[in-house]
Nanobody
Framework: QVQLVDSGGGLVQAGGSLRLSCAAS????????MGWFRQAPGKEREFVAA????????FYADSVKGRFTISRDNAKNTVYLQMNSLKPEDTAVYYC?????????????????WGQGTQVTVSS
């Protein structure tokens, strides 16, 4: 069992940066694969980035590759999403997710726990 609280969203100008954080509580955090997803109005929830429990493997959606970086600090029970060169198309609610004892995945339905979401708005 793990609880996730994601934060760090806000309003930013195009080209700017934000860092999202996902604070986890509960047991076996270090063995959870973690992911970030986002959902814009009128669209399905989409994969953004994922990281293995060890931090050794990362995966990114093509739309954010080269701009976003996912990382984790297991000692702090925290996962981050550093977002640079933000575009208006990045505007969405961003969700942190955790998969218990599972391989890193881009499928939302394979994650077990979710944060409440944090709003990111990028102005042109």
């Amino acid at each position: 069992q793990v609880q996730l609280v994601d934060s760090g969203g806000g309003l930013v100008q195009a080209g700017g940066s934000l860092r999202l954080s996902c604070a986890a509580s509960g047991r076996t955090f270090s063995r959870y694969a973690m992911g970030w997803f986002r959902q814009a109005p009128g669209k399905e929830r989409e994969f953004v980035a994922a990281i293995s429990w060890s931090g050794g493997s990362t995966f990114y959606a093509d739309s954010v590759k080269g701009r976003f970086t996912i990382s984790r600090d297991n000692a702090k029970n925290t996962v981050y999403l550093q977002m640079n060169s933000l575009k208006p198309e990045d505007t969405a609610v961003y969700y942190c997710a955790a998969r218990n004892f599972g391989a890193t995945t881009i499928r939302a339905d394979e994650y077990d726990y979710w944060g409440q979401g944090t709003q990111v708005t990028v102005s042109s």
